[in-house]
Each structure stands twice: as C-alpha cells, then as structure tokens.
C-alpha cells in the first residue's frame, strides 16, 4: 500500500514503513535526518516517476507500508461511542471523518465490505496522522453490525433530513452515530433498524452538508453527553 506527504511520513509507525521514495529535488535535511534516525530504508527517485504513481500532492515523499490492518466488531463493544458510515464514498470525506472522530475521542469507526470507500492513500492523507489513533472496523452488513451493537447496550441515531433537531436530543448513555452515503443517504433498512433520526436544521437555501461537516457537528454535539 503507498501513502504519501511529508506529514504523513512522520505520523505513521516507523515499523510500519518498508520503504520510502524521495525526490530529487527535496532540499530539506530533516526529512533525510529523520528517515536515518529511524532506520527506514529510502531512494532518491525523479519526480515525474512519483507523480505517475500518485495523483495527489506527494510533496516529493511516496511511502510504502503494509496493508492496512482492519479491526473486528467485537473490539468496539466496551467502548462509549462508535460511528458508522453507511456506504460512504468519497475518500476526502472518510478522511476528515476520521480526524473529526479522533479529535473527539471516538475510538472505532465502521464500514461495510461492499460499496463503501476503503483506507487507502487518499484517506491516510487527508487523516493527517489519526488514523493511528482510530480503529476502522470493516464488517460484511452494517444492519447485522446495528443489531450486536444494540445487544451490546448501544442505542442508534441515524442522520437524515427528516430527523428531530440534534439539539434537542438526548445523547446519554453508549451511542452510535450513522452517517450516510454522499448521495443518496442512509439506506432505508438502516433507518428502519435506527433507534432515533436527528437532523441538523439548515435556514441557508442549501438543504444538506457535506458529510465530513455533518458528522463533525453531530459527533461533537454527542460526545458532551455519556
């Protein structure tokens, strides 16, 4: 798997770095200090070669690392608060998704095996390093997940324009939150299996958010409450 950007170099687990391609226009010494203080093998490479194998801004760093390591649905059971994304797409949504839970304090984030956007270099990008500080948990049906979080004391709130207004919602207790895909939303039976539908009220012409700041406000909104 490859991941690229200077930040991104120095946030990832140094033992999880097999090797790093570095262009040979970089000038700057820490990245070379860096990279020699923790032992990580490196090549100096031409730029054009690193900008055929990603097509984001790699600020002359491509690194390459194992393959993410998902996590089971059972390893989220004792925590407080969990978030699911249902069928998300974009990986630029996932990613800031991913710094807003970290930032929160959430744990565990859950996505189905089908039709979903995966971890991948765009997404430990745009994470900017939180990604290894939340667990991403991929399971086969999101609605089969939902019934062993609710076995598990969780109670589930589902965003969607038809909701109740989050602000005047009770958060108390373990919670899930269910963000839906960019658009088409959160699926019917989803809904159905929901224990509450909360929406944010918009008063501008525009009648939804982007899903990254939807579920940054929902997210922070919850977390004030155990």
Known sequence: ???YGRNTLKELNPKDIRKVMISKTIKDSSIFEYL???KIKFELIDNDI????IHGNHQGVLI???EYNYSELNSAFDEDFVVILDHLEDPHNFGAIIRNCEAAGV???IIPKDRSVRVNETVMKISTGALARVKIILVSNINEAIKKLKNNNFF???????GKDYRTVDYSGKKCLVIGNEGRGISDLVIKN????ISIPMKGKVNSLNASVAAGILVFAMIGEK
Do not use: F, V
């Open 107 to 109: 744990q565990s984030i």
């Open 156 to 162: 589930i709130y589902s965003a969607d324009m038809d």
């Open 64 to 66: 390459e690392i194992d």
């Open 1 to 3: 798997m490859l991941a």
């Open 50 to 53: 690193l900008d055929k194998k």
């Open 194 to 197: 929901s224990d509450e539908i």
């Open 36 to 38: 020699k203080a923790n």
